[in-house]
């Protein structure tokens, strides 16, 4: 069985970091795209940062500059490093794996249960 689990979420003060690691674990044969995710209340989950299994980085505009994706593929880990924080970017934040399982054809979508961010102002 695959799971990814989220960890670093909480609560700060605008203009400070934080830091979010997930973990992918399980009968994995390969993991592609890594990426984040956050969702706030009354709105859709959008896409945050993306990278995948060569480095390439993807973000969305309203974070470029302040946070940073990045992994490490022999832990099956991926991070998202968050300065100058702003009220806005209080959501839940899902990170999301592109995995090939043992024993099956084809990649596909694993999700996290999600972690806290809260950003106060």
């Known amino acids: 069985q695959v799971q990814v689990v989220e960890s670093g979420g909480g609560l700060v003060q605008a203009g400070g970091s934080l830091k979010l690691s997930c973990v992918a674990t399980?009968?994995?044969?390969?993991?592609?795209?890594m990426g984040w995710y956050r969702q706030a209340p009354g709105t859709q989950r959008e896409m945050v940062a993306t990278?995948?299994?060569?480095?390439?980085?993807n973000y969305a505009d309203s974070v470029k500059g302040r946070f940073t994706i990045s992994r490490d593929n022999a832990n099956r880990t991926a991070f998202l490093q968050m300065n100058s924080l702003k009220p806005e970017d209080t959501a839940t934040y899902y990170c999301?794996?592109?995995?090939?399982?043992?024993?099956?054809?084809?990649?596909?979508?694993?999700w996290g249960q999600g972690t806290q961010v809260t950003v106060s102002s």
């Open positions: 999301n794996a592109i995995i090939r399982r043992a024993g099956t054809y084809g990649s596909f979508p694993f």
């Open positions: 990278v995948t299994n060569t480095g390439r980085t």
């Open positions: 399980g009968n994995i044969i390969r993991i592609n795209d």
